[in-house]
């Protein structure tokens, strides 16, 4: 059986990504960020792409329409929340039961969920999946994603540099986002 392929027809993906996660990590262990055209298609190979769809928590003091149109004519849908600002200074903005609902809402169309990911909290996520036939593939830095999540993954990819804009988009002392 061909590389992509179930039987003679293309694999049916969808991909869930967890932008906060991934931000995050991008500027923090190679003060940069992930180029999601390439990340996009590396992921889908010669696949057939059904939903791609990018989870956004947004910052109220902080303009990311231009990032997010960018990813709109990428091809990527745009979920998007704003962060949620507690009365005791702490924040609250992720996107996990989201991306859970989703994924298991669409996952009867989808022989593949990709989940761009390093968060331990989808571990059970996978699990539910892949029982109900579902193969579960993790793309993510592989120094900030958590172990039980690359193992109960059906396949892991680790984001490589070649994923990330070449220029440096952070200086070791840039504090905002």
């Given at each position: 059986?061909?590389?992509?392929?179930?039987?003679n027809?293309?694999?049916?993906?969808?991909?869930?990504?967890?932008?906060?996660?991934?931000?995050?990590?991008?500027?923090?262990?190679?003060?940069?960020?992930?180029?999601?055209?390439?990340?996009?298609?590396?992921?889908?190979?010669?696949?057939?792409?059904?939903?791609?769809?990018?989870?956004?928590?947004q910052?109220?003091?902080?303009?990311?329409?231009?990032?997010?149109?960018?990813?709109?004519?990428?091809?990527?849908?745009?979920?998007?929340?704003?962060?949620?600002?507690?009365?005791?200074?702490t924040?609250?903005?992720?996107?996990?039961?989201?991306?859970?609902?989703?994924?298991?809402?669409?996952?009867?169309?989808?022989?593949?969920?990709?989940?761009?990911?390093?968060?331990?909290?989808?571990?059970?996520?996978?699990?539910?999946?892949?029982?109900?036939?579902?193969?579960?593939?993790?793309?993510?830095?592989?120094?900030?994603?958590?172990?039980?999540?690359?193992?109960?993954?059906?396949?892991?990819?680790?984001?490589?540099?070649?994923?990330?804009?070449?220029?440096?988009?952070?200086?070791?002392?840039?504090?905002?986002?």
């Open positions: 059986m061909a590389v992509g392929k179930i039987g027809s293309p694999q049916r993906i969808g991909v869930f990504v967890d932008v906060q996660n991934m931000f995050y990590s991008a500027k923090a262990l190679h003060q940069s960020k992930i180029d999601y055209s390439k990340l996009l298609l590396e992921i889908v190979g010669g696949r057939n792409l059904v939903r791609a769809i990018a989870y956004i928590v910052k109220p003091d902080v303009d990311q329409s231009s990032f997010t149109d960018a990813l709109c004519r990428l091809g990527y849908e745009i979920k998007t929340k704003d962060l949620r600002l507690r009365p005791d200074g924040a609250k903005g992720d996107w996990d039961m989201g991306i859970a609902i989703d994924t298991i809402s669409i996952a009867s169309k989808l022989d593949t969920v990709v989940l761009v990911t390093g968060d331990g909290d989808f571990v059970p996520l996978v699990e539910l999946l892949k029982y109900h036939g579902c193969r579960v593939e993790t793309v993510s830095f592989r120094r900030s994603t958590a172990i039980e999540l690359i193992n109960v993954s059906t396949k892991y990819t680790a984001i490589e540099e070649s994923m990330l804009f070449k220029e440096k988009k952070f200086q070791k002392n840039d504090t905002t986002n």
